[in-house]
């Protein structure tokens, strides 16, 4: 099947500083690529969504120029928390969707824990 | 739009028993319909997905699903509980046929197996 990695897998920082996380399609090209959050016992927050080599489109309520996101090619999105604060503490979650296949499966990848003291 | 709802937060089970975790949806549009599993600290891993096919879905691990037009239902079953079934559940929902393909996730249910 399909896989998504993520880099790094759990981070910690100090406030005020800026946090790149990685999203990798490793088996097949991404078109389209996802940016959740995951606050402690809630459920997935869709934040953006990157389509490769164009503007990501953020949902309503996520600040883009604090949660920068880059799509530059078909295998890799990041999104850079940037000025980060211990609000941001949060669990990251990319999916990336194979542009290829039309079955609206999303693939998940396995998540970035971040730590902002 | 679409919307998700789970029914139950928590779902407390015991070894062997039957698992019956709730779904119901809104769309405006047919719906695509999933159920995700996330083990602690980790992603999400897909269990089924309904794409107007079989309206009796199956996946992996003894889950299945039901799609129910009349009752906007998708609850997840499977008739025997093991330990290590226990994790956090999803549901969620996309728009289907149009190409859109965000995904609308409930607000989850963690299943506990009691030995």
């Known amino acids: 099947g399909a896989v998504v990695s993520q880099h790094p897998s759990r981070v910690i920082c100090k406030s005020g500083t800026s946090v790149k996380i990685e999203c990798r399609s490793l088996?097949?090209?991404?078109?389209?690529m996802f940016w959740y959050r995951q606050f402690p016992k809630q459920s997935l927050m869709l934040m953006a969504t990157?389509?490769?080599?164009?503007?990501?489109?953020?949902e309503q309520g996520v600040e883009k120029d604090k949660f920068l996101i880059n799509h530059a090619s078909l295998t890799l999105s990041t999104l850079t928390v940037t000025s980060a604060h211990p609000e941001d503490s949060s669990f990251y979650i990319c999916?990336?969707?194979?542009?290829?296949?039309?079955?609206?499966?999303?693939?998940f990848g396995p998540g970035t824990r971040l730590t902002v003291l | 739009a679409q919307s998700v709802t789970q029914l139950g937060s928590h779902v407390s089970v015991s070894e062997g028993a039957l698992v019956l975790l709730r779904c119901n949806y809104s769309?405006?549009?047919?719906?695509?319909l999933f159920w995700y599993v996330q083990y602690p600290n980790q992603g999400l891993q897909l269990l089924l997905k309904?794409?107007?096919?079989?309206?009796l879905v199956k996946g992996i691990n003894g889950f299945e699903a039901e799609f129910k037009k009349s009752e906007t239902s998708f609850h997840l079953t499977k008739p025997s509980a093991h330990m290590s079934d226990a994790a956090e559940y999803f549901c969620?929902?996309?728009?289907?046929?149009?190409?859109?393909?965000?995904?609308?996730f409930g607000t989850g249910t963690r299943l506990t197996v009691i030995p």
């Open positions: 309904y794409t107007s096919a079989a309206t």
């Open positions: 999916s990336a969707r194979d542009g290829g296949v039309i079955n609206n499966e999303q693939f």
């Open positions: 969620a929902v996309s728009e289907g046929g149009t190409g859109a393909n965000n995904l609308f």
């Open positions: 088996d097949f090209q991404a078109t389209t």
């Open positions: 990157s389509n490769e080599g164009s503007k990501a489109t953020y």
């Open positions: 769309s405006s549009v047919p719906p695509y």
